[in-house]
């Protein structure tokens, strides 16, 4: 999708945004970034405070994050860069997208990985007790690694790094839909990378924890396209044909279900052009 064009019917205005916000931060378990909250937020994590009043701080916020349901990607993360610290999580969600479903150049695009890991990072030890500075850590190294060689993803220790952010994010948030799945692609690419015992033994990977790290993710968010399509993903990488008709059910149900966002517009049109192929 262009950056230039904005699909409308995403454009939430506040009062819907935070009606909406359930639904909409299900799977990553972000707080509804109200007046009170960044006030608590500032109390609790000081380098989190700005110049701004609460009010103002969490219109800003909100700003940001309206720009990335509507598909805003770019602008989302300026916005909540231009926030600091207590912006990262918008800014590193959609980098994170915005590399991943956007960006056409290489360098670029692992260049914002890049720059979403080290933010994450500085937001980490700044409020080590936000789920989500940890898991959109560990999602911008995972598809950083995903574009590298393997060589290079084990000398830079990408998978002990993945593994650890994903580990802190479900340890604070036991219900972080999305770190589920991501643990769930995390167990299941290194079977299929170097083979079920190595993994075990190297990286304590598995084939069951990656089935019911995907289990738990539906049970969390039925009502999501990516848990469905990274989950058939998966299926055929680790079984083959042999579970590729429960695969490609789980495209057809992703391919069909309403969106709430761009992200998951994105999401549903991928499934659909996969079963088209």
């Not at 769930?184 to 190595?198: N, R, S, T």
Request: with cysteine; charged share 25%; aromatic share 8%.
């Amino acid at each position: 999708m262009s950056q230039g064009i904005k699909l409308r019917s995403f454009d939430y205005p506040p009062e819907q945004l935070a009606k909406l916000w359930s639904r909409l931060h299900q799977g990553d378990c972000e707080p509804f970034p109200d007046a009170d909250w960044v006030q608590r937020i500032r109390l609790a994590h000081p380098a989190l405070a700005s110049k701004l009043r609460p009010e103002d701080a969490a219109s800003a916020l909100q700003n940001a994050w309206r720009a990335y349901h509507r598909g805003d990607f770019a602008e989302a993360t300026e916005l909540g860069t231009a926030l600091g610290l207590l912006g990262y999580n918008v800014a590193n969600k959609a980098a994170n997208i915005q590399a991943t479903y956007i960006e056409q150049d290489e360098e670029r695009k692992l260049a914002m990985l890049v720059a979403t890991s080290r933010r994450a990072e500085t937001l980490q030890a700044a409020a080590p007790d936000l789920a989500n500075a940890w898991y959109f850590h560990a999602q911008a190294l995972g598809r950083y690694s995903q574009a590298i060689s393997i060589t290079r993803a084990r000398a830079e220790g990408l998978a002990g790094k993945v593994r650890h952010s994903l580990e802190r994010a479900l340890g604070l948030a036991p219900n972080h839909a999305e770190a589920h799945i991501a643990f769930g692609g995390f167990h299941a690419d290194i079977v299929a990378k170097v083979g079920a015992m190595l993994a075990q033994l190297t990286y304590g990977a598995s084939r069951e924890a990656a089935l019911q790290h995907y289990t738990e993710a539906l049970r969390l968010i039925p009502h999501s396209a990516i848990a469905r399509i990274e989950y058939a993903q998966r299926l055929v990488r680790l079984f083959g044909r042999g579970r590729l008709a429960e695969a490609k059910q789980l495209y057809a149900e992703a391919s069909s279900l309403e969106a709430s966002d761009e992200m998951e517009r994105l999401d549903s049109a991928f499934a659909r052009d996969s079963l088209a192929r």
